[in-house]
Every structure is written in C-alpha cells, then in structure tokens.
C-alpha cells in the first residue's frame, strides 16, 4: 500500500499498548487522519514530541487498513509548549481543536486546516486575548463550512436590516417579525464587534470593552454549539476575554 506526505495539525491522542499512541490529525490535503505513532512513548522515540496536541508537523503515512502508520515527522510550528503554559491559551486551544475535530467528520477542506494553524500560532505568541481568538476561529471556522451567521439582513425572510434580534437557532440576526417572543435585544456594539470577528480586524476586537466581548462570546458559543448539534465540552473551562 502506498505512503503519503501531508502538512497537518494534532487535534488529540490516545495510548495504545504499552508504547504507540493513535494521532487524531486535521491534515491540508487529505482531511482528518486516524493514524498509529508506534513506539512514541519511549523516551528514546525520535519524533514523540513532534506528534503532541497543536503541534503542527510535515508527516510522512504509510496508508493502512483501519488506521495509518506514521512513519516520519517533522516539525512544522512548535506550539504546544507556548499554549499550555497559560491556562487561558491552553482552554482556548483546547476548544479549537475539538471544534475542528467535529467539524472534519465531514470533508475537511485546506482553509480549514489553514484557519487553525493560524489560531494557534496567535495563540502561541499572545497576539490577542485568548477569548477573541477562540471567538474569531469559531466564527471563521463555521462560515467555511457552510454556517455563516447572518449578520445584516433577516436569516429567515431575508428583510434588509438593521435588526435588533440575534437567535442562533434561526441563523443569526432575525427581523422583529420574526424574532421568538422573548428574545433578546443585540446591542449595536455588540453586533458591530461580531462582524469584526468574522472579517478578522483586530484593531477593532482588541479596543472592544469586557462586557462587550463577553456579551459577543455567548451568542458565538451557543450559535456553534447549536449547529453542531452537541456541546463542544472544552467551552466549558474557557474564562472571559481578558484585558
């Protein structure tokens, strides 16, 4: 069977036997990869380190029946260390990752594995608050596959906006004909810094106040969540956007 090569990220892994570890892996090319790391829990193993979470590393496949066999790798971005040496950066990370594990079940694309390294390495550097790199990723991420939020006319009747209304289970900003009684009221701050989340403008994000950030997070966790039909567990240990 043949073998292959392909730049990918470490979304997770697990133990197996008293020395190989499976690798779960959101690849640029070919998807998320299910592969076998033999021998990489002893210390003498030459490439362990390499096959962490949010390592990102050139690896080279051999195509198995079940699962692939690693067969070398290559450091790519050394992440791993920067991201869990603060907590903040650690359960950010954490959430990334697993969203883009859900995600990938189903095709994967380039943008995709390119939009999470991305994450990391600002992540990894401290460029941004955590939160609002978290909250940028989620936006992004759900955008490319095929959940981009509505954030200007009605999801549901398409009414040009402004709207007032931001339901998750509707697509985003709902008219107030639309809007189920008792939901809430999106403020213009609020929704201006959802926007700037999408398009990545981190002038904006960084100036925007706590409250206005917290306020932004919530609605993007309960709209990823949402679509994804199941909680993403690591949302759960992430802290506020800190300042």
């Keep these: 069977m043949p073998t292959y090569r392909d730049e990918a990220v470490v979304l997770r892994t697990h133990k197996l036997g008293e020395a190989d570890r499976i690798v779960i892996m959101l690849s640029r090319r070919h998807g998320k990869l299910r592969a076998v790391a033999k021998g990489v829990r002893r210390t ?25 066999i690693v067969q070398q790798a290559e450091t790519l971005g050394s992440y791993g260390a920067d991201i869990v040496s603060q907590y903040e950066r650690f359960t950010a990370a954490s959430a990334m990752v697993e969203t883009a594990d859900r995600l990938s079940d189903a095709e994967a694309t380039p943008e ?14 401290g460029e941004h608050a955590p939160r609002s790199i978290l909250d940028s990723y989620l936006l992004r991420v759900m955008a490319l596959s095929g959940w981009a939020p509505s954030l200007g006319d009605c999801a549901r009747c398409g009414k040009p906006g402004p709207h007032t209304h931001f339901v998750g289970q509707l697509g985003g900003l709902v008219c107030a004909d639309d809007a189920p009684a008792g939901s809430p009221r ?14 990545g403008e981190w002038e904006v994000i960084d100036a925007a106040s706590s409250a206005d950030a917290s306020a932004a997070s919530g609605l993007i966790a309960a709209y990823a969540q949402w679509h994804l039909e199941r909680g993403i567990r690591s949302l759960a240990h992430v802290t506020d956007v800190s300042r």
Excluded at 186 to 199: G, K, P, V, Y
Aim: aromatic share 8%.
């Design 186 to 199: 999106i403020a213009e701050r609020t929704l201006s810094l959802l926007r700037s989340l999408m398009a």
């Design 112 to 125: 995709q594995y390119l939009l999470l390294v991305g994450g990391l390495r600002a992540l990894s550097r």
């Design 44 to 68: 003498s193993s030459k490439f362990g380190s390499r096959l962490e979470p949010f390592m990102v590393a050139d690896v080279q496949l051999y195509q198995g029946r079940s699962l692939d």
